[in-house]
């Protein structure tokens, strides 16, 4: 068998950032460790940003055009059509854009919290009065909730890819490679366009939490 | 020397309220008036915080703020008259250590009152590193108090 490549570095260290964001904001959040927490929040933004616009310009696997599709691709794919191209299902797409939009409006509701004490804020907080921030802290607990519901799925069918059709997911999200043979390759994105996808990313996070 | 003044003048408070019976209507309406106060306090809190955040803080919108701390520390104490906590039927995260540990927690009163009266003085002074500073000293005050003597939500 041969190996091709399917998920580039920046998809890879983007999920296993999350992966270890999610549970350090449970943990911070639950330790009231509010200052760690604000700022990991401000990091998260960041890298939910660069996904977004790596995304639109990033390589082939990467791009919601490549991998987003219509109800009838869906329905094939549920009917059992074997797809020949390699990166994210039908199905798994829906996921990835799922969680995508889950974790921006986690983060979006955190920018505009406050704790019920008014002691610790969200970098826009300030735009909001205090009875409208206390409740968007509560629909930010809620919402992560959700997100865990999500979460759980999306391991589920990793769970079910692993032990029912025999195929590993895990470690192509590690390595970036899988076997693969006659399918067609990931279109990788050159370096500068990395580049542009992380300036701008991290000048709108700056730019939302210090300039608003 | 001010602050075991402070203390004893609390002390007494606590004392005076804790002798009065409370009937259920009057326990639940302590509890009631306390949270809402708690909530002006914490929306004055995050009121000069906002004008902290970033560089052209308002001076008169931090003494508003620290006007409402100042006029409410004094009084905290007296929020919790024996027989307002959880046996009072009505949700409550005042826990019993409030009156099973008096001392300390007419301490964590004193100190509270300390610091809002910094915090005054600061926001009157207009300095923005003094109020950061004496924020701080508020912050530190609630949230000590906090930890001892309130549980957690749920």
Not at chain 1, 90 to 104: D, H, M, N, R, T
Request: glycine residues 10%; hydrophobic residues 50%.
């Amino acid at each position: 068998m041969s190996r091709v490549r399917v998920w580039d570095l920046p998809v890879r260290a983007f999920h296993w950032l999350i992966v270890v964001i999610v549970p350090a904001q449970y943990w911070t959040a639950r330790q009231e460790m509010m200052d760690f927490h604000i700022l990991l929040g401000q990091v998260a933004l960041g890298l939910i940003l660069f996904r977004i616009i790596w995304g639109l310009i990033g390589s082939s696997t990467a791009r919601f055009a490549g991998f987003v599709r219509g109800p009838g691709a869906i329905l094939a794919h549920l009917r059992g059509r074997r797809e020949a191209a390699i990166g994210h299902s039908p199905i798994g797409a829906l996921s990835v854009v799922a969680l995508l939009v889950l974790l921006l409006v986690q983060v979006g509701l955190g920018l505009f919290a406050t704790d019920e004490d008014g002691l610790y804020s969200g970098p826009l907080s300030h735009l909001v009065s205090f009875e409208t921030a206390e409740t968007l802290a509560e629909r930010h607990e809620q919402v992560f909730y959700v997100l865990l519901g999500l979460i759980g799925l999306h391991v589920a069918a990793i769970l079910y890819y692993l032990v029912v059709k025999r195929d590993n997911l895990v470690a192509p999200m590690i390595t970036g490679d899988r076997a693969g043979n006659g399918v067609e390759a990931m279109a990788a994105a050159p370096a500068w366009r990395f580049l542009v996808a992380a300036a701008t990313a991290a000048g709108l996070t700056w730019a939302i939490v210090t300039l608003l | 020397m001010r602050n075991i003044v402070l203390a004893a003048a609390a002390a007494i408070t606590c004392v005076t309220a804790a002798a009065a019976q409370l009937s259920p209507r009057r326990a639940a309406a302590t509890i009631e008036s306390r949270q809402a106060n708690y909530k002006q306090m914490a929306a004055a809190m995050k009121g000069i915080n906002d004008q902290l955040r970033g560089g052209n803080a308002s001076v008169t919108e931090i003494r508003r703020g620290s006007a409402v701390i100042a006029r409410f520390a004094p009084q905290v104490l007296r929020w919790f008259p024996r027989g307002s906590g959880a046996e009072a039927g009505v949700r409550t995260r005042a826990k019993p250590e409030i009156w099973s540990d008096g001392a300390a927690f007419t301490r964590a009163g004193a100190t509270l009152v300390v610091a809002a009266r910094n915090l005054e003085t600061a926001a009157r002074s207009g300095e923005v590193p003094a109020i950061r500073a004496a924020m701080a000293g508020v912050a530190r005050a609630c949230s000590g108090c906090h930890d001892g003597f309130r549980a957690p939500e749920r």
